[in-house]
């Protein structure tokens, strides 16, 4: 999906490396992006920009509708990253310049490499449920991997674990043993909990990754302290395992991995490490340049926003 809240200007986003084991929250950046769109921001923001090599989380939804598109997002590029789609209802059609065509659904994952550049597309398809809620990740791909040709992929079978308390399922990487063999370039972890009603999930982390979790739906106890929707709840790093408890069903994403240890620059729908590299993109796409056309998408490409050469902090 395309980063629908912009800035004119770009952001620098640094890892911090090694951390402690502590929980530190910051609230989300909330927005309504209209016909009942609401769009939570969890990542980047100007407290934390990075939780491995995952630089960007938007939550939307839940939306219930009739006889419209719940989502219309026109043709857009991406450079430098992995765009991660993962559905807790609902349906989203995805095309692409490459040709592609994939329909993400609950419990399956649109993965796209943007690579050197890609152009796509989401909307809601017709038929639909008449409903709407999920998560739109993406992963910033290392130096040696970012110029790498662009690729899509779908999955359908994934990991589930049942350590008892709940339910996890592995949508990126490896957690407790699991492994979702989708295409990475990072050691990472994604995964979707569900904390059973008076449950308790227990879970090993790999303490030399860092980890946060997003709370979708309800609110978990960790080590006593009561994380809710609306926030990034950065874990640190050191931290072998987690207990996560709830006194009503919870529903949250576990996002982790290693430290990065690059520093990017984000704006708009690119990950890139200059602002020259970014402004000779967003000329490729307003000249027709090098991302190619979404031949399957019926409409306009939407046009790149205002650009300012200066990247600063992270907000």
């Known amino acids: 999906m395309s980063n629908l809240l912009p800035q004119p200007e770009a952001e620098r986003c640094a890892g911090e490396g090694a951390t402690c084991a502590e929980i530190r929250s910051w609230p989300a950046r909330d927005a309504d992006l209209?016909?009942?769109?609401?769009?939570?921001?969890?990542?980047?923001?100007?407290?934390?920009?990075?939780?491995?090599?995952?630089?960007?989380?938007?939550?939307?939804?839940?939306?219930?509708?009739?006889?419209?598109?719940?989502?219309?997002?026109?043709?857009?590029?991406?450079?430098?990253?992995?765009?991660?789609?993962?559905?807790?209802?609902?349906?989203?059609?995805?095309?692409?310049?490459?040709?592609?065509?994939?329909?993400a659904r609950p419990r399956e994952l649109n993965l796209m490499t943007a690579g050197s550049g890609i152009a796509h597309s989401e909307e809601t398809p017709t038929p639909n449920s008449g409903r709407l809620h999920g998560l739109q990740l993406w992963v910033a791909l290392p130096e040696a991997e970012r110029r790498r040709t662009p690729a899509f992929d779908h999955y359908r079978d994934l990991p589930v674990l049942e350590p008892g308390g709940g339910r996890v399922q592995v949508f990126m990487g490896d957690l407790a043993g699991a492994h979702a063999a989708t295409r990475a370039f990072s050691p990472l972890v994604g995964a979707e909990l569900q904390v059973a009603v008076g449950g308790k999930l227990r879970l090993p982390l790999n303490p030399a990754w860092e980890h946060a979790l997003v709370i979708i739906e309800g609110e978990v106890e960790l080590e006593g302290t009561r994380l809710a929707p609306g926030a990034l709840h950065y874990l640190g790093t050191h931290r072998s395992g987690l207990e996560l408890a709830s006194k009503a069903r919870a529903h949250a994403v576990l996002i982790g991995g290693a430290p990065f240890g690059e520093s990017v620059i984000i704006w708009w729908n690119f990950v890139a490490r200059t602002t020259d590299e970014i402004r000779a993109a967003r000329e490729d796409w307003e000249h027709h340049r090098h991302f190619g056309d979404v031949a399957a998408y019926r409409g306009q490409r939407l046009a790149a926003p205002p650009f300012i050469g200066r990247p600063v902090a992270s907000r």
């Open 34 to 103: 209209g016909q009942g769109l609401l769009v939570s921001r969890a990542l980047p923001l100007r407290q934390h920009r990075l939780v491995g090599p995952w630089c960007f989380c938007d939550s939307y939804g839940p939306l219930s509708f009739t006889g419209r598109k719940a989502m219309d997002v026109a043709p857009h590029p991406h450079i430098g990253l992995q765009t991660v789609s993962w559905l807790f209802a609902g349906e989203v059609l995805h095309n692409d310049s490459l040709g592609c065509q994939g329909m």
